[in-house]
């Protein structure tokens, strides 16, 4: 009865002081507090890392630069665990702990989905790079923004890329997320349009093997794959295409097939030829670049590129509000992303023009950053490249 | 930060009632219920269909949780009678992935990967988020407490006995007399209708779910939980259960302190801080911190102790 | 027909590579009498401890006998430290430490590994076709290691020493013990080699596909099945059982869709146990 007492006691009494210890060492409560909450395990793992890792840099080159408005920015990153109640306990903590105006970077729309109530709530901002529609349908009085273009935006912009091509019959193979329905009817109708026909097939993404997928894939006849996957999936799946002497064309999300799935599948035949498309960066911006240096990557994915832009314009919307809470963030968010002013394409920049009295247009490393009232990304030009070589090349900017 | 407590705490409490089901199969009959996360999910889709198409009030959406997670367990049951201890345990862990996996691809009944949204909380319009929060708990604390009082009485009677018989050896109970199947039927379906419960009850709560949180990782969790309270003893889920919670979430706070590590290696140390931990839990005390006590049968006889 | 037929080909390929963890969890089984679910954290190490050494500059065979020796002595220690001490209060309490087991690998390859996805440097190469049915030449070669280490396990337990003890000791432990096989010593020996032939099966799975801290994980429950549709306990039970599995589920992709892959191997698990309630081949140790 002694060891169990004792077991119980010791194990209250540790969990009480590690709540409370570490609000006694984090007494700084000058600094503005933000946050990324990334996948960093779970299915999501393979892009939550780069995501907080981007957001780290942006906020240390702010605080050698002075910070905002004279004082410190605090960066805390959690990991969602890919998982909406993992997600919502974490997001919990830093809303109510951690007190941060704003949470960036969740990734699973599901976790998005969770999170969302929360942050409109309690007057949070949040900042996603969640593709699902309903995610700017919700009731959320603008504290939140996303910076990924929704399905219909993409898909369209898919299936016309693909029709110019001259396409005629499509295919998407896709897993089973909130986005597969809705790109499967997209691309059906985008095809139709231009008089060809459309086949689809919703794929298990912990699968190890999509032979007998790709072999039903194959018997439509399809002249151009729309692999509309992530990253460890779509490695599999553009294996098994090639294994199986499939010669048309394959397009898939820049998030998708990057530098990390073109050095992994190692050789240079399986992915030769194969598109891809995100939204572009405006003409003569720098914030692809920084986004490079930053991450330690050649070909930074979109994800890691959106939270860039996430980090600066939080940043320079509470400069400009004077104010760093999450309510100035959303009043003042499209003051920075949009509108007249002088382009700017990192925090540093745009934080001394706003010192200075000058209005500024933040152009991103996502794309132009321009949102409409329910957080969408205003449509923009997309960029599709090619892999060729082993290395993505510019095909055009439409 | 004391937001950030109840709502820890209001979590707890509903792995708490995931503990006491749990409990009552596998430290009552000594079932292996590897589908927790299943019975839970179906609960909780039940009510927030219920209650956001349907309309129907809160209260009618916990009972349909109630009468749905029944229904699953005895199906479930009732169709893996003929199996044996081990293999109860992978059939019934499929069970929880075919929910899951009907939940994520039929989407026309359950807005597939995108999830429900926008589920009624009691009163929750009226009080706003922050009292929302402090109110659900003594709501949840109650129910808690009703099906505790229950699983505490049943451990007492006779008829938890003769589940604990059934447990120990199945064979036994049944020369003794016992029912065995029907006992082992209402009592897995009981388990499975209080986890249902428990699904609705977070559902309502956090006002959204989604077939991503109902994977087995929770059924893990739970049964963690359990067999480091002390299989057997309702007491027992129920200190494991607040126990699992305090160190999932201090793990975030102990693993800031490690300095010069990166976001994903922070993540990693958490994960593995909490499985060491879990670990150690089980070996030094394998029968729990609260092991469950054998209460003595009543004896009649004189001359003999009581 | 061709694509029945293809399918089943697909489904014999991919069942190789699950016989071999599922062969080392059913041994595992038989002799230390409880469910070792740290398969998934050991095939992931083993993936990684593979990947290392081909990348160090050593030929496939070399590769897989790091990854064996690696995971069998992981898996080992852990037996020894975190699961068997548990036994004795029941298969069920050892089974849930194995579990946090496999996320305390996972984790620990997380931590030095980050989650990118990582593979080997093979060649991949457009099928062969045999008329309208296609071979992937690497596959083949997979598949090929696979059946040659099924056939050297099967061997051993029938002519060695050490392997009629362990088919002794899980047949019926006193007798065995009473003859004067030290059941330690058959326990440590399969945890060694149950868990080399999982870490084996995890590197073979990264050869053809890739490896991050989840590739365990994800082949967790498919072993588990496999073992059980075969009758638990039993190696060829847990190899007949991998080949049912793997073409259950490519026959399944084409009729009811690839989303519902996961739901056929325990369907395909629950009717057999419903008419065979010992598994296929019944619990015959070995």
């Given at each position: ?5 004792i ?5 209250l009494?540790?969990g009480?002081a ?18 990324t ?11 939550g890392?780069?995501m ?10 702010v ?6 408005l004279g ?7 959690e ?7 993992a997600g ?13 105006s ?5 990734w ?11 942050c ?5 901002f949040?900042?996603?790079v ?12 603008g ?6 273009p ?6 369209t ?33 985008v ?6 026909t459309?086949?689809s ?8 093997t ?25 490695i ?10 499939y ?9 998708a097939?990057?530098?990390?799935l ?7 035949e ?7 498309y995100a ?13 490079k240096?930053?991450?330690g ?14 980090v ?16 100035a963030i959303?009043?003042n ?7 007249s002013?002088?382009?700017v ?21 996502s794309?132009?950053c321009?949102?409409?009232?329910k ?12 892999v060729k ?10 | ?7 820890i705490?209001?979590i707890g ?16 009959a000594?079932m292996v ?13 039940a ?8 309309q ?13 997670g ?6 479930v049951?009732?169709a ?7 293999y109860l ?9 075919v929910v ?10 359950t807005h ?16 706003g988020?922050?009292y929302f ?11 808690l ?19 604990r018989?059934?447990?120990e050896?199945?064979?036994?109970a049944?020369?003794a007399?016992?029912?065995v199947?029907?006992?082992?039927v209402?009592a ?6 209080i986890?249902?419960?428990?699904g ?9 779910i989604?077939p991503?949180?109902f ?21 027992g889920a129920?200190v ?9 979430e ?8 490690i300095p010069?590590v ?16 879990l ?20 004896l ?7 | 027909?061709?694509l ?12 190789a ?13 038989a002799?230390?009498r409880?469910?070792?679910?740290s398969?998934?954290?050991?095939a992931?190490?083993g ?14 065979a ?12 992981v898996?080992l ?7 068997m001490?548990?036994v004795?209060q029941?298969?069920?309490p050892?089974a849930?430490?194995?579990i ?5 690998l ?12 990582r593979?080997?440097?093979r060649?991949i190469?457009?099928?062969m076709?045999i ?16 059946l040659?280490?099924?056939?050297a396990?099967?061997a051993?337990?029938?002519f060695t020493?050490i392997g ?7 047949d019926?432990?006193?007798?065995a013990a009473?003859k004067?096989i ?5 326990a ?21 596909s ?5 590739t365990g994980?994800r082949?967790?429950l ?5 073992a ?13 059982g ?15 869709g ?6 056929v ?8 146990l419903?008419?065979?309630p ?9």
């Amino acid at each position: 009865m002694n060891r169990l007492a004792i077991g119980r006691r010791a194990a209250l009494l540790s969990g009480v002081a590690a709540v409370a210890a570490p609000s006694v060492l984090r007494a700084q409560t000058d600094s503005i507090k933000i946050a990324t909450l990334t996948p960093l395990t779970g299915a999501g793992g393979p892009y939550g890392p780069a995501m907080a890792k981007v957001a780290a840099a942006v906020v240390e080159e702010v605080n050698a630069a002075g910070g905002v408005l004279g004082r410190k920015v605090q960066l805390v990153s959690e990991d969602d665990q890919t998982n909406p109640d993992a997600g919502v306990r974490a997001a919990r903590k830093l809303i109510d702990v951690d007190k941060v105006s704003a949470i960036m970077g969740t990734w699973a729309s599901a976790v998005t989905t969770a999170v969302a109530p929360l942050c409109w709530e309690s007057k949070t901002f949040l900042c996603t790079v969640s593709g699902a529609d309903s995610i700017t349908q919700l009731p959320h009085q603008g504290y939140l923004i996303r910076t990924q273009p929704n399905t219909v935006l993409q898909v369209t912009r898919c299936g016309e890329f693909l029709t110019s091509l001259g396409a005629k019959k499509t295919y998407t193979l896709v897993p089973q997320t909130p986005f597969a329905q809705r790109s499967i009817e997209i691309l059906g109708e985008v095809t139709k349009k231009a008089g060809g026909t459309h086949g689809s097939q919703i794929y298990d993404d912990k699968k190890t093997t999509y032979r007998t997928e790709v072999d039903q894939a194959m018997r439509f006849g399809p002249d151009a794959i729309f692999c509309a996957g992530y990253t460890p999936d779509t490695i599999v799946l553009l294996k098994d295409l090639y294994r199986a002497g499939y010669k048309g064309k394959i397009i898939g999300q820049a998030y998708a097939i990057n530098q990390k799935l073109i050095d992994q599948i190692g050789q240079p035949e399986v992915v030769e030829g194969v598109y891809t498309y995100a939204p572009s960066i405006a003409e003569g911006s720098g914030a692809l670049e920084r986004v490079k240096r930053m991450s330690g990557l050649a070909n930074p994915d979109p994800y890691t590129s959106q939270v860039y832009d996430h980090v600066n314009l939080v940043l320079m919307a509470m400069a400009v509000a004077k104010d760093a809470s999450g309510t100035a963030i959303k009043d003042n968010v499209r003051k920075v992303a949009q509108g007249s002013g002088k382009t700017v394409d990192n925090a540093v920049d745009g934080l001394k023009a706003i010192a200075a009295g000058e209005k500024v247009d933040y152009t991103g490393a996502s794309g132009p950053c321009d949102f409409d009232d329910k957080g969408d990304i205003l449509d923009c030009k997309f960029r599709y490249e090619q892999v060729k070589a082993g290395k993505a090349t510019l095909v055009k900017v439409a | 930060m004391l937001n950030y407590l109840l709502f820890i705490a209001t979590i707890g409490s509903i792995y708490a009632l995931l503990a006491l089901s749990l409990n009552l199969i596998w430290g009552g009959a000594g079932m292996v219920n590897l589908g927790l996360a299943g019975f839970f999910a179906v609960g909780a889709y039940a009510s927030a269909l219920v209650t956001t198409t349907g309309q129907a009030p809160i209260l009618a959406g916990w009972a349909l949780a109630l009468v749905a997670g029944g229904a699953a367990g005895l199906v479930v049951v009732l169709a893996t009678t003929r199996l044996r201890e081990d293999y109860l345990a992978i059939v019934t862990l499929g069970f929880a992935e075919v929910v899951r996996l009907v939940a994520s691809n039929e989407i026309w009944l359950t807005h597939g990967t995108d999830g429900i949204s926008g589920i009624p909380g009691p009163w929750r319009a009226a009080l706003g988020r922050e009292y929302f929060n402090a109110a659900y708990l003594p709501i949840l604390l109650v129910v808690l407490l009703a099906v505790f009082l229950l699983m505490r009485r049943i451990d007492r009677s006779p008829y938890g006995r003769a589940l604990r018989a059934i447990r120990e050896d199945a064979q036994v109970a049944q020369v003794a007399g016992k029912p065995v199947l029907r006992f082992k039927v209402q009592a897995f379906a009981l388990s499975a209708a209080i986890a249902g419960l428990a699904g609705a009850l977070y559902g309502h709560f956090t006002s959204y779910i989604a077939p991503d949180l109902f994977l087995p990782l929770i059924t893990v969790y739970i049964f963690l939980a359990v067999a480091s309270g002390g299989v057997g003893s309702p007491v027992g889920a129920l200190v494991g259960a607040y126990l699992l919670m305090t160190l999932l979430e201090s793990a975030r706070f102990f693993v800031e302190l490690i300095p010069a590590v990166t976001a994903v290696q922070r993540a990693a140390l958490k994960e593995l801080l909490i499985a060491v931990a879990l670990i150690l839990v089980l070996r030094l005390m394998p029968r729990g911190l609260l092991p469950e006590r054998i209460p003595r049968a009543p004896l009649n006889q004189t001359g003999g102790k009581s | 027909m061709t694509l029945l037929l293809q399918a089943l080909i697909n489904g014999l390929v991919s069942g190789a590579l699950l016989a071999v963890p599922a062969i080392g969890f059913t041994a595992m089984f038989a002799v230390l009498r409880f469910p070792n679910f740290s398969v998934s954290g050991v095939a992931t190490l083993g993936a990684f401890s593979g990947y290392v050494a081909y990348g160090a500059g050593l030929q496939v065979a070399g590769s897989l006998a790091v990854a064996f020796a690696i995971a069998g002595a992981v898996g080992l220690f852990l037996d020894r430290v975190a699961h068997m001490p548990l036994v004795p209060q029941g298969a069920l309490p050892a089974a849930i430490a194995s579990i946090a087991s496999g996320l305390v690998l996972e984790n620990v390859v997380r931590l030095f590994f980050g989650n990118d996805l990582r593979g080997y440097d093979r060649p991949i190469a457009r099928d062969m076709r045999i008329g309208d049915i296609r071979f992937s030449p690497q596959q083949l070669e997979t598949m090929g290691i696979a059946l040659a280490i099924m056939l050297a396990v099967f061997a051993a337990l029938a002519f060695t020493r050490i392997g009629k003890a362990m088919r002794a000791s899980a047949d019926n432990p006193e007798l065995a013990a009473l003859k004067g096989i030290r059941p330690q010593r058959v326990a440590m020996m399969a945890s060694f080699v149950g868990m080399g032939l999982v870490g084996i099966g995890g590197m073979l799975l990264g050869l053809d596909s890739s490896i991050d801290p989840l590739t365990g994980t994800r082949i967790l429950l498919s072993i588990f099945a496999a073992a059980v549709l075969g009758g638990l306990g039993s190696a060829p039970g847990a190899v007949l059982g991998a080949f049912l599995i793997g073409i259950a589920e490519e026959m399944s992709v084409l009729a009811v869709g690839s989303a519902y892959r996961a739901a056929v191997g325990f369907f395909a698990i629950l009717i057999v146990l419903s008419l065979r309630p010992r598994g296929l081949l019944g619990e015959r140790a070995f």
